[in-house]
C-alpha cells in the first residue's frame, strides 16, 4: 500500500479501505481509481478496426474506470482480513466500499462509468454469486499462468530432468543463446542508479502490449525496493556493463509473484532473453523452496511451455449507466479480443 501511495501511476488514484467489526480493524481492501483519458493509447501492438473501435469506447464510454483490487498484478490480491469473513458479508463490504468511492467522485463532478471487481478464484466467484455479487455481470478473461512446483524438486537440475526431449532442447538452445549476458541481483543503489534505463526498457514491453490501462511511475521500481527490501527483487541482464533488460518478482510467503519486466527488442530476438528470464524465475522459485510462481496474463503458449498451467480467474463488472449496463454482455464480448493459444505440455 505504501509503495502504491508514493508511486502510483500517473493515471491512477488508490484507495485504502479499513473494515472495521465493532472498534477493531480485521481487514482491509484496495481500490483504484483510473483515468483512461490520461492515456496516449492503450497499447500500440494490434492495429485493427476492432482495436480502433475498441479504443473509441473506452475513450468516450468506459474512461473513469473504479477496480476493486490491485489492477498491477495478476491474482487475487485485492483484500486482506484477520479474521474469517464469510461472503455473504464480503459481498457487502466490497459493494458498499465501490458505492461509497463512487459518490466521492460525483462531488468531485467526476462521473464513475465502469465499477470492476477484479480477479477472483473459482471457488470464491461461485460464493460472491451466491449473495449480492449474483447482480454483477461475470466476466473471464486470459487465464492466469501458475506454476505449481513438485515438492521433490530442489534443484535447476530436477527442473530441466523432468522435459521431455523436445523441451529440453529448448531449455539447452535458449541457455547457449544466451551466452554473453550477465545476470544479476540489483540492490537498492544499482536500482536507481538505473532507474532512468529500467523504465526505458519497461515502457518498451508495456507499450507493445495489446492492451494497457496505466503506465508505471517512473520512480515505482525504486520506490517498491526502498520499501520492501529483499521482498522485491530485481534482476538486471547486462552486455558488458549495458543493461538490455530486467525481470522483478515478488516473495510473498510460499508463493513467488512475477513482477515487471522489460527488455531490449533487438537483443531480444538474439538471446531470447524473455524465455531465460522464464527460467530463471522458474529455477529461483524451485531453490528457494517455493510451493508456486504466479506468472500472470499474457504470452500464455510459451509460459505454458515452461511448465505454468492456466488457472482460470473470474471478475465482475458493472456499467453505471443503466441502459448499457443491460447489454454489458454483449459489448464485452465484442470487445474482448478472441484468444487462440496451444497449451504447451513440456514434462515427460
Known amino acids: 500500500m505504501k509503495v502504491l501511495e508514493q508511486s502510483a501511476p500517473t493515471n491512477m488514484e488508490c484507495f485504502f479501505i479499513g473494515i472495521f467489526e465493532n472498534e477493531s480493524l480485521i481487514g ?12 496516449s493509447s492503450f497499447g500500440e501492438r ?10 473509441f469506447v473506452f475513450k468516450n464510454f468506459a474512461s473513469h474506470v473504479l477496480f476493486l483490487g490491485n489492477n498491477m498484478i ?18 457487502a463490504i466490497l459493494l458498499q466500499s465501490s458505492e461509497a468511492i463512487v459518490s466521492y467522485f460525483k462531488v468531485k463532478g467526476i462521473k464513475i462509468h465502469i465499477v470492476s471487481f477484479k480477479d477472483f478464484y473459482e471457488i470464491c466467484s461461485e460464493a460472491l454469486k451466491q449473495y449480492e455479487f449474483s447482480k454483477l455481470y461475470e466476466f473471464n478473461t486470459q487465464p492466469n499462468m501458475v506454476f505449481a512446483i513438485p515438492s521433490s524438486w530442489k534443484t535447476k537440475e530436477d527442473y530441466v530432468g523432468a522435459f521431455t526431449k523436445k523441451y529440453r532442447d529448448q531449455y539447452k538452445r535458449a ?28 515502457h518498451y514491453v508495456a507499450q507493445h ?35 538490455v533488460g530486467f525481470h522483478s518478482i515478488l516473495l510473498n510467503g510460499l508463493v513467488l509473484e512475477t513482477y515487471f519486466l522489460g527488455y531490449d527488442e533487438s537483443i531480444q530476438k538474439e538471446k531470447m532473453l524473455y524465455l531465460n528470464m522464464l527460467y530463471n524465475m522458474t ?31 473470474s471478475g465482475f463488472i458493472e456499467h453505471k449507466n443503466s441502459l448499457i449496463n443491460k447489454f454489458i454482455s454483449l459489448i464485452f464480448h465484442k470487445l474482448e479480443p478472441k484468444l487462440i493459444w496451444q497449451q504447451r505440455h513440456p514434462f515427460k
Open 28 to 39: 482491509t481492501a484496495l481500490a483504484q481509481y483510473l483515468d483512461l483519458n490520461k492515456l
Open 46 to 55: 494490434d492495429k485493427c478496426l476492432k482495436t480502433w473501435i475498441r479504443n
Open 74 to 91: 495478476t491474482g487475487q490480491n485485492g483484500y486482506a482480513f484477520s479474521n474469517t469473513v464469510d461472503f455473504k458479508s464480503l459481498s
Open 175 to 202: 541457455r547457449k543463446k544466451n551466452e554473453g549476458i550477465c545476470v544479476r541481483e540489483l540492490e537498492l543503489d544499482e536500482v536507481i542508479a538505473l532507474e532512468k534505463d529500467i523504465y526505458k526498457l519497461y
Open 209 to 243: 502490449a495489446p492492451f494497457n490501462t496505466f503506465f508505471l511511475d517512473k520512480k515505482h521500481f525504486s520506490t517498491f525496493k526502498k520499501q520492501c527490501g529483499s521482498r522485491f527483487r530485481i534482476y538486471g541482464y547486462f552486455i558488458e556493463e549495458y543493461l
Open 283 to 313: 529455477e529461483f522459485g524451485i531453490e528457494n523452496g517455493f510451493n508456486k510462481i504466479i506468472f500472470g496474463r499474457t504470452a500464455l503458449e510459451i509460459k505454458s511451455s515452461i511448465g505454468a498451467e492456466p488457472i482460470q480467474m
